[in-house]
């Protein structure tokens, strides 16, 4: 079962334009994380916010963490057509055995960005 | 540099054959999970094991099992491939524990006709 949904689904900008997506994730979580995954290649790391943090950035990215509302948010600024992608958002999947590093991974937010 | 590199990128086999997707990472790292992903479904856990020798399923580990004899090398065999097991499989390690990323390789498309 997935613990994250990303929305929206697929996301088309212009260069130039902010990218937002949204996570939601259903249990209580220790981190959530954001992977980012070019056509047809492996999953690349890009963020881990923790739950007691509410904002991270990392050069063009932004991600903010609330869980109250159990959602996240990733923003990237200034988009370029090598942000075109798709993001997932992880949540690591078992409180209980939180030091094996399961991890739970949304459908993924596709997002193209054209010149 | 973390590498995870995975034995073939494109693979075709017949129903019924048996299937070795391997996995080889170089940076020590205690986890190592088998992930297959299918459009509109995300990544789901099929395997993973967090020491040598030991492994625990994942979502859907049915029609798969594993094999982790060294710590850098994690196989995921398919017992009798079924067209319904076509698929991208990715390969993935970390650190042991909660906060730490994994890092992925390029990943097995798999064919079963």
């Known amino acids: 079962s997935q613990q994250g949904e990303e929305d929206p689904q697929a996301l088309s900008i212009q260069e130039g334009e902010n990218a937002t997506m949204n996570c939601s994730y259903k249990?209580?979580?220790?981190?959530l994380q954001w992977y980012r995954q070019n056509s047809g290649r492996g999953l690349v790391h890009l963020i881990l916010?923790?739950?007691?943090?509410r904002e991270k950035h990392s050069g063009r990215l932004r991600v903010t963490l609330d869980t109250s509302k159990k959602s996240s948010s990733l923003l990237i600024t200034a988009s370029r057509a090598a942000d075109t992608a798709s993001y997932f958002c992880?949540?690591?999947?078992?409180?209980?055995?939180?030091?094996?590093?399961?991890?739970?991974f949304g459908a993924g937010t596709q997002v193209v960005v054209t010149p | 540099d973390v590498k995870v590199t995975q034995s073939s990128r494109y693979l075709v086999k017949r129903t019924g054959e048996k299937v070795f997707l391997e996995c080889v990472q170089d940076?020590?790292?205690?986890?190592m999970f088998w992930y297959r992903q299918d459009p509109g479904l995300g990544l789901r856990l099929i395997y993973f094991?967090?020491?040598?020798?030991?492994?625990e399923k994942g979502d859907i580990p049915e029609g798969y099992s594993v094999s982790r004899e060294k710590k850098e090398r994690f196989s995921l065999i398919l017992e009798s491939a079924s067209t319904n097991q076509t698929s991208m499989y990715l390969c993935?390690?970390?650190?042991?524990?909660?906060?730490?990323?994994?890092?992925f390789g390029p990943g097995t498309r798999l064919t079963v006709t």
């Open positions: 993935a390690s970390s650190l042991r524990g909660a906060t730490y990323e994994q890092y």
């Open positions: 249990t209580s979580i220790n981190n």
């Open positions: 916010i923790r739950s007691n943090e």
């Open positions: 992880a949540t690591d999947a078992d409180m209980t055995t939180d030091s094996w590093g399961k991890l739970q």
């Open positions: 940076m020590d790292h205690e986890n």
């Open positions: 094991s967090y020491d040598v020798k030991m492994k």
